[in-house]
Each structure stands twice: as C-alpha cells, then as structure tokens.
C-alpha cells in the first residue's frame, strides 16, 4: 500500500449535490484529510471510485490543485480511478495537521438498475459508504420551482436492505440524522464495522400549484369544446352571418392549451399527469375540427366557397 494513502486520514466528509435541471446537478465534495505521521506530505492519495465529469479540485485557499491518475489504480483494493492530488510547494500538509480539499464535478444524468421501482418519476440514486469514525454530511438541494422528496435506508455489504428495526435503531443512535428545509434536505451519518452503504432516492415531485393550473386548463378546454358547436348551432339557425367571434375564440383556447401542453412534459416526474397528456390531445384536435367547420360554415353563410 502507498505510503502516502497510509499517513493521511479522512476525517470529515461533506457533500453537496445542486440540480441545475431534473437529472443533471453539481456535486461538490469537502473531504478533511489528516496527516498522521511524523513528515510533510505534497501527495494525497485519493480513491475517487467512479469517474467524476469536469473534476475540479481545489485547495482551502480556492487554488486549483494538479491531479493524476495514480500508478497504483486498478490495483489490489483500489479503483481505477485512484489519484494523485499535488499539493503546492510551500503549502504541504504538515505533520498532525488537517486540510480540507474540495472536489467539484458535473453530472449529466443517472443511470440506475432500479429505475422499474419508481416508475414515471425522475429521480437519482446516492450511495454513500459508512465508514467507522468518519463524520459525513449531506445537502441536497433540488432544481428550482419544483418539489422534491427524500427516501433514505441502508444496504449492507451484499447490497441487501438492512430491516425497518435496524434502521430506527441506527436513527435512535444518532447514527442517522436528516431533516428538510426548503428546496433543502439535509443528513448526517456516521459509521461502524460493518460499513454499510447509505442510500438517498431524491426524487423531484410535481408543484401541487402547476397541478391546479393543468386542471383549469383542462376544464377550460372541454367547457369550450361544448360550447363552440352550440354557439354555432345557434347561429345557424338565427341566421347570424357575423362569426368572427367564433374563429378568434378557438384560436385563443388552442393556443392556451397547447401552452399548458408544454409543460406536460413533467409527465415523466409523477404518472397521475399521464392521464392528462391524452385530453389535451384530444381537446386540440377537437378544436381544430370546429375551428375549420367554422371557417367553412362562415364561407357558405357568406355564399363563397371554402
């Protein structure tokens, strides 16, 4: 094993995850290395464990810190993607002391083996490693204007969920500790021997709020689909030849709801908007029927052709 694995420790770890969008966020991390031994170190060796997008590392000060993959990567305990993070001259970690490096990456989207389990949802699986003696935090914060929800438990070595008695146990311990504020979700945990495996399911939700407007539109739409044909039936037969009413009021209808249509595409967060995907389908395509019915029914009232 490197000496320089050997003489540093991680202390502290904390995390941050931003979405930007609903699959795509920056993670930050702040992890405390200590210094154990008794010489100055310019290498840390860091086991990143997965590939990280656009890596940025930097140092307590905001410099940026060089970084290689390590020769040892791949290699017995470690990752492939083992490195090398290269402290400046004159600023090494001194012996028994502490530096906080923080690591900035970008993540386009998540792919996970359990997406059949949240179904019509958008969602992003963190697994976090318990380690003994390691303080760890989590902040995740969810894109703006929508809601979101957190579902965390524990697996074990084997990738198996730990029982409901466990996990209260680990809770009651202070082992786990988590609330919500805000667009906000925040955690703490601590570890033990048997190093298990934190799991957070984040997942945004639908704004209750964009729901209502989804509806009223809705309303507005089949309201307005009965109410077209009976306005044209009455001028019909009262021998209206004026029908310029009903071409404008279509149009403005179609239009609103192809603008709610729009933002159906939040379908895919929560599947009871699935339903709503059909009607407004349905609803334009009735409109547009009358809207051509009205025009060729003004042409003949008018006595020219269609």
């Known amino acids: 094993m490197a000496e320089e694995y050997v003489k540093t420790k991680i202390e502290r770890v904390r995390y941050l995850f931003k979405f930007e969008t609903l699959s795509s966020y920056t993670a930050i991390s702040e992890i405390t290395f200590a210094n154990e031994g008794c010489e100055y170190i310019n290498i840390i060796k860091y086991d990143l464990g997965e590939y990280k997008p656009l890596l940025k590392i930097t140092d307590t000060n905001g410099e940026t810190l060089e970084f290689a993959r390590a020769q040892e990567a791949g290699q017995g305990e470690y990752s492939g993607y ?22 900035q990456s970008y993540s386009l989207s998540s792919e996970s083996s359990e997406e059949s389990n949240y179904k019509n949802a958008k969602y992003v699986v963190f697994h976090f490693e318990m380690v003994d003696e390691v303080n760890s935090y989590v902040i995740i914060e969810a894109a703006e204007h929508f809601d979101s929800s957190d579902v965390v438990d ?15 146990r680990l809770v009651e311990e202070g082992k786990i500790v ?15 021997d048997a190093r298990r495996i934190l799991r957070i399911t984040h997942r945004h939700d639908v704004p209750k709020r964009l ?21 044209l039936l009455y001028s019909l037969g009262n021998g209206v030849a004026g029908l310029n009413v009903f071409v404008t009021y279509p149009v403005f209808v179609i239009t ?23 009607a ?27």
Request: negative net charge.
């Open 178 to 192: 988590g609330h919500s504020g805000g667009s906000r979700t925040y955690l703490s945990f601590k570890g033990d």
């Open 280 to 306: 407004y389908i349905v609803l334009v395509a009735l409109l547009i029927i009358e809207l051509v019915s009205i025009f060729v029914v003004s042409c003949l009232m008018n006595g020219t052709g269609p």
């Open 256 to 278: 609103t709801l192809i603008v709610i249509k729009g933002w159906l595409f939040l379908k895919d967060l929560d599947s009871q908007l699935e339903r709503y995907n059909a």
């Open 82 to 103: 083992l490195i090398n993070i290269y402290l400046p001259e004159g600023r090494e970690l001194q012996p028994h002391c502490r530096r906080t490096i923080t690591f």
């Open 211 to 231: 729901l209502n407007w989804i509806r009223v539109g809705l309303g507005f739409g089949v309201v307005s689909a009965l109410l077209i044909p009976a306005g």
């Open 154 to 168: 524990v697996v074990d070595q084997n990738g198996e969920g730990i029982d409901e008695r466990e996990l209260v």
